[in-house]
């Protein structure tokens, strides 16, 4: 089952002799109104043709909300003999209480265990057996299940959906089982690595006193405390169609909303209401920390700003900025790395919440740079932004990248069913063009407002220290002439 540490994880890999370090970092959604709105933020950006796709799909689209809320959207796609399921639960790590938390991501791995219809495994056998795949993941904001099965086999796989969803045999056998497998997916993937779980304590902590300041994954303590009776109340309370939205796309059958009804139709939401929660409000300023470890094979520097959630006036502008610094092939960080760059390796993947962001970069060093260079190189690489070096055209050929990869979400019936049922309220019904809508409004002062905002002088910057005596050798090297030192570091490479 893959979970938040498929998102906030920093793993690693060695290089020869050097042993250099390969971290991957993510402490670490989104989806039709009248055209004559889809105006080009400048005469010289025309990217209506290319968007056109967008709305044709869209209007493909049929939308439906259930009496008891549960939001329904199929896409008929044709050439095709499977239909991708994608269901999403407005719950996650946010909505989880003290000595409860892990308890999203836990259910999760308890929605594959068993159901009143379906005991034990029956839904991983019967799915293989139908050459189905399948998974879920856990976020802080939401958790989503999908899958993709032949269409002949879609009345079943609602039935075994809405089986699972509403009706969760929750045993202390089977708790007892996954409580070890989210504990040694704990142990793999966080405490077994160099820096992990100090790195993301260290973040976490920045944000600490808010439903986002604890690991998706949660605290052993809390995982071991799980009972059946504990998890029931969690389900009763979260899962439930007025949280969930259901994307079907493919080769959708004449009688699927007729299954869909009979399955889902009297599922009965709670009288409570849906958890709401306000976006955060961080006093952003500059930190600086570091963590050692004694397994940490080499330095490197995680660099990070609290930004925006997907739901801010700020969030395309973001989108874009994030991309044009440190993401596309073309970023201003590739850019400077073309010609002896001072980086071995630089990774990021902007996390971004509903009510709050945080954009990344990690940076592992040459043997001759420090950890103070790299971080200087990126603050000046921001500094150009803020300073307005950026013209129209470069934000028009960011929309065009942006753009590309909306359209190659249309080819992937999986990725675009899991994508509308990520859509938020304001795109209930333009869940493709919205998102274009809002990027295509993005200016060049509007890059230059962002990056003053979020970033200037308020870079949180966490040092990644190996044991001593590699810090010390990685001094010595920063002093040698340059020639010298890369030639030590390419004889062991």
Known sequence: ??????????????????????????????????????????????????????????????????????????????????????????????????????????????????????????????????????????????????????????????????????????????????????????????????YVRKAMEFLLAQVEGTPYGHAVIGSVADVKAATPKSLNAFHQRYYRPDAMQLSLVGDIPPQTQTWIDNQFGDWQA??????????????????????????????????????????????????????????????????????????????SIPLTMSHHGVTNLLLVPRARTSLDKLTANTETLIATVANGEITEQQVCQLKQIWLNQALARLDSPSVLSRYLSASQARDKMQPLTGPWQRINAVTAADLQRVSQQYFVGKTVRLDLLPPWYIRATKSILEFLPKDLSDSLEESVM
């Open 270 to 347: 709670p009288n409570s209401k849906l958890s709401q929660l306000n976006a955060l409000e961080i006093k952003a300023k500059p930190v600086h920390g570091e963590v050692i470890d004694e397994r940490g094979p080499w330095p490197a520097v995680l660099l990070a700003w609290h930004t925006a959630g997907t739901g801010s006036a700020d969030a395309a502008a973001l989108t874009l900025l994030e991309a044009y610094l440190f993401q596309n092939k073309s970023s201003l960080l590739r850019a400077t790395s073309l010609n002896d760059p001072e980086q071995l390796l630089s990774y």
């Open 1 to 194: 089952m893959s979970s938040i540490i498929s998102k906030i994880t920093i793993s690693y890999a060695y290089a020869s002799n050097l042993k250099v370090l390969l971290i991957l970092c993510t402490l670490s959604v989104l989806i039709f109104p009248i055209r004559a709105q889809d105006k080009p933020a400048s005469r010289s950006c025309t990217l209506a043709t290319l968007a056109q796709p967008l709305y044709d799909i869209e209007q493909q689209i049929e939308y439906r909300q259930l009496d008891n809320g549960l939001q329904v959207r199929t896409l008929t796609q044709a050439n095709t003999q499977a239909v991708s399921i994608a269901s999403q639960f407005d719950v996650g790590s946010r909505n989880e209480t003290k000595g409860q938390t892990g308890y999203a991501h836990l259910f999760e791995h308890m929605l594959f265990k068993g159901s009143q219809h379906a005991p034990g495994d029956s839904y991983s056998q019967t799915m293989s057996a139908l050459s189905g795949q399948f998974n879920a993941s856990t976020f802080f904001d939401f958790t989503n299940y999908y899958l993709t099965i032949p269409s002949q086999a879609l009345e079943l796989s609602l039935w075994l959906e809405a089986d699972r969803f509403r009706y969760p045999m929750l045993n202390q056998t089977t708790v007892s089982n996954q409580q070890g497998a989210v504990l040694e997916e704990m142990a793999t993937t966080i405490d077994n690595q160099p």
